[in-house]
């Protein structure tokens, strides 16, 4: 079972590029990444998903190196609304009951 | 475009009351989840289904009973509320992993046990 790990809490200003790295050292070969964000009072929502290299998409970006041990969500140019929690679960789709949420990054983003 | 649907939205229970949670998916989703959520913690995930008629645990399943009874719903019992109980809960569905297993989630529901 894949361990991650995530800063607590980040700040940023709007107009910035923030980005969210989840360290993940026993990843297994069959393990997915996936991101999710939580805003106060919703349940989490999927943002991006990926193996290795790079995932893009209208949101996001996803950098995994080669040896997969971390990954590190991107966000381009944050606004105000962007602030909330962002978990990185790391599991084989398989299994989905190991998909665990940890306590995720805490995004205050600032005017 | 419902999605996922839970009721209710709030309740306040008292210790030893019995309560039963609904969600309802249209995505027609195979798998489905209950999770709590503590205030200042992640989700964990209390028993989750993989398909109409099977129920697992998951990392906190003591105190409540799930069914699947049909596709398209999944209920959360609690036979004797207990304060430690007090808690968000959300219920989520999924494709199967062919699917890439992404997850959508309800709204959640705020439950207080006094």
């Known amino acids: 079972l894949a361990k991650t790990t995530q800063p607590i809490s980040m700040d940023s200003y709007e107009g910035q590029e923030v980005n969210i790295t989840c360290s993940h050292n026993n990843i297994a070969t069959n393990d997915y990444i996936t991101w999710y964000q939580q805003f106060p009072s919703q349940g989490p929502r999927f943002i991006i998903q990926g193996y290795k290299t790079k995932v893009t998409n209208e949101v996001a970006s996803l950098f995994i190196p080669a040896d997969r041990k971390s990954s590190t969500l991107s966000l381009p140019r944050v606004s105000l609304s962007d602030t909330a929690v962002y978990y990185c679960?790391?599991?084989?789709?398989?299994?989905?009951?190991?998909?665990?949420f940890g306590t995720g990054t805490r995004l205050q983003v600032f005017p | 475009n419902a999605g996922v649907t839970q009721t209710p939205k709030f309740r306040v229970l008292k210790t030893g009351q019995s309560m039963t949670l609904l969600c309802a998916q249209d995505?027609?989703?195979?798998?489905m989840y209950w999770y709590r959520q503590d205030p200042g913690m992640g989700l964990r995930l209390i028993h989750y289904s993989v398909g109409e008629g099977t129920t697992a645990k998951g990392e906190v399943p003591d105190g409540y009973n799930v069914s699947r009874l049909k596709k398209q719903n999944f209920l959360l019992g609690l036979e004797s509320a207990a304060p430690s109980q007090t808690s968000v809960y959300f219920c989520?569905?999924?494709?199967?992993?062919?699917?890439?297993?992404?997850?959508?989630f309800g709204a959640g529901t705020r439950l207080s046990v006094l």
């Open positions: 995505m027609n989703h195979e798998y």
């Open positions: 989520a569905s999924s494709y199967s992993p062919e699917g890439r297993n992404i997850q959508y």
């Open positions: 679960l790391v599991g084989d789709l398989y299994n989905t009951d190991k998909l665990i």
